[in-house]
Nanobody
Framework: HVQLVESGGGSVQAGGSRRLSCTPS????????MGWIRRAPGMEREAVAA????????HYADSVLGRFTISRDNRENTLYLLMNSLQPEDTAIYYC???????????????????WGQGTQVTVS
């Protein structure tokens, strides 16, 4: 049974920062494209960032480029999303997701992921 557990959501003032964490079950962490997807109220899901669990660079949506940083700690088996310069339009439920693959050369769309966490709410005011 695959599990992705997010944490770190909460309320933050505009201009502030927040770091989200995602801890997958061990069987899913290797050879996966890991990503963060968000759903704002009344909006479609938006892929925010993605990174391969092996070697490779990160990919970002234009809306967060330069403000958000996705990273992984393979020793801790944890995925992170550091969000800086947060704005009210970043308010959303943020989901961690994974796709088993040996390639992660672009920002995957939300429908391309196989496994999802339960989401964590981030509210910017």
């Amino acid at each position: 049974h695959v599990q992705l557990v997010e944490s770190g959501g909460g309320s933050v003032q505009a201009g502030g920062s927040r770091r989200l964490s995602c801890t997958p079950s061990g069987s899913i962490y290797n050879d996966n494209c890991m990503g963060w997807i968000r759903r704002a109220p009344g909006m479609e899901r938006e892929a925010v960032a993605a990174i391969y669990t092996g070697l490779g660079r990160a990919h970002y949506a234009d809306s967060v480029l330069g403000r958000f940083t996705i990273s992984r700690d393979n020793r801790e088996n944890t995925l992170y999303l550091l969000m800086n310069s947060l704005q009210p339009e970043d308010t959303a439920i943020y989901y961690c997701a994974a796709k088993r693959t040996n390639w992660c050369g672009r920002l995957l769309g939300p429908d391309e992921y196989d496994h999802w966490g339960q989401g964590t709410q981030v509210t910017v005011s």
